[in-house]
Nanobody
């Protein structure tokens, strides 16, 4: 089984910064893409940022220039550095990973439990 555990959410004032951390553990053979999504009540979950195993990144237009995604392939971790935060960034943030397991080389997407980010004065 595979687990993703997030940390780093919280309350921050507009213009401030937060760093979200996600660690994947379990019977992992390899991880292709890793990413961060966010969701607010009544809305669909939306992509924030993605990073491939080779380090290529993709960002939602709304966060370009403010957020930076990075990963440590050896540790199966992904980080989201969020700067210049705005109230509209308030959401539950979820980590996602495209994992191939050791057993049977099964490949599936896994999600973390989510971490709340609130941007408010």
């Amino acid at each position: 089984q595979v687990q993703l555990v997030e940390s780093g959410g919280g309350l921050v004032q507009p213009g401030g910064s937060l760093r979200l951390f996600c660690a994947a553990s379990g019977s992992i053979f390899s991880i292709a893409g890793m990413g961060w999504y966010r969701q607010t009540p009544g809305k669909q979950r939306e992509l924030v940022a993605l990073i491939t195993g080779g380090g290529r990144t993709n960002y939602a237009d709304s966060v370009k220039g403010r957020f930076t995604i990075s990963r440590d392939n050896a540790k199966n971790t992904v980080l989201l550095q969020m700067n210049s935060l705005k109230p509209e960034d308030t959401a539950v943030y979820f980590c996602n990973a495209d994992v191939t397991q050791v057993a049977g080389m099964r490949r599936a997407y896994y999600w973390g439990q989510g971490t709340q980010v609130t941007v408010s004065s």
